[in-house]
């Protein structure tokens, strides 16, 4: 067996995060049609869109190793996308639909901040320079993100779940 090196380990969280990044490619359309705010429905739309790069990039980094984009299945995003689902369908046409939404989001941003900020790190350490600054591109993008709906959330969204 040969021995697992931190190369293999950055291989294998790149080959999830790749999974998990299409995956939400095919979920963000279902929470901006679910939507019932009309910024929380632009702030899918735009994710959506940011996230078609961001799966871009991580291709440029599979390049940068030399190795072709693959995914494997992410539990965890199985796992957050489910609970967005189950959102969607117990609090369809209620006052906190949106609210709840928000927080699905959430819990997919601080996912991926986790990983792009631990793979950024490894590539640091693996000296893989083109990597890693793709790799913090998209890490700024999700913080972005989770800015934003947490001001969204913050400015209106709670307040509308809360007031009916």
Not at 28 to 55: D, I, N, Y
């Amino acid at each position: 067996m040969a021995d697992k090196t931190l190369e293999t380990l950055f291989h294998e969280t790149l080959k999830d995060i790749y999974y998990a990044e299409r995956k939400i490619l095919k979920a963000l359309p279902k929470m901006a049609k679910a939507a019932s705010s009309p910024e929380l429905r632009a702030a899918f739309e735009k994710h959506r869109e940011e996230t078609e790069g961001q799966v871009e990039r991580l291709q440029g980094v599979f390049e940068a190793l030399g190795k072709r984009p693959q995914g494997k299945t992410c539990e965890a995003i199985e796992g957050i996308i489910a609970e967005g689902e189950e959102i969607m369908e117990e609090f369809k046409g209620q006052p906190a639909l949106d609210a709840g939404l928000a927080s699905a989001a959430q819990a997919v941003e601080h996912y991926e901040i986790a990983r792009y900020g631990t793979l950024a790190r490894w590539a640091e350490e693996l000296g893989l320079a083109d990597a890693q600054a793709l790799l913090v591109a998209t890490l700024e993008e999700e913080e972005a993100t989770d800015q934003a709906l947490t001001a969204l959330a913050e400015s209106s969204l709670n307040a509308a779940a809360r007031a009916a």
